[in-house]
């Protein structure tokens, strides 16, 4: 296997596996799609990234799989909107987001106050603070979902 997108997908999945967390990359496609259809130059900024900076990484083992993509999702986020990422642990405490931690979910808060979070990443188990979080930042719930 010496194609680096096969050898950064197998890492990916391993290290999926390994930690039990959900795979980022569906929620991520969804975000490139609507990047290529709002702002194609910050498009092709997100793929270059990608191709030339993600998949090289992960494949050459100079990144660890799941840091990675979640600043990937950062980045995908800014070039969105404009605003900054933060992390929400288990009690639904948020702080700056700094550096990958597999039980934060983490959420683009964009400057423009009508504008929903963007996911970055969901922990492999929701706590019901991260929940309601995400019901009510991200899905722009008003009423807290069934446990």
């Known amino acids: 296997m010496s194609d680096p997108t096969e050898v950064a997908d197998a890492r990916l999945r391993e290290a999926l596996e390994a930690a039990g967390a959900r795979d980022p990359r569906e929620f991520y496609r969804e975000q490139l799609k609507a990047l290529r259809e709002a702002?194609?130059?910050?498009?092709?900024?997100?793929?270059?990234?990608?191709?030339?900076?993600?998949?090289?990484?992960?494949?050459?083992?100079?990144a660890e799989p799941l840091p990675a993509w979640t600043d990937y999702g950062r980045r995908l986020a800014e070039l969105t909107e404009p605003g900054r990422t933060v992390s929400i642990d288990a009690s639904g405490r948020a702080s700056e987001w700094e550096a990958w931690e597999p039980d934060a979910l983490v959420l683009h808060l964009p400057d423009e106050a009508r504008t929903r979070a963007i996911l970055v990443q969901l922990p492999p188990e929701l706590s019901a603070a991260q929940r309601a979080t995400y019901s009510w930042l991200v899905a722009g719930r008003n009423k807290l979902p069934d446990a």
Not at 44 to 56: D, F, K, Q
């Open 39 to 62: 702002d194609e130059d910050a498009y092709h900024r997100a793929v270059s990234y990608y191709r030339e900076t993600l998949i090289p990484s992960i494949a050459e083992g100079s």
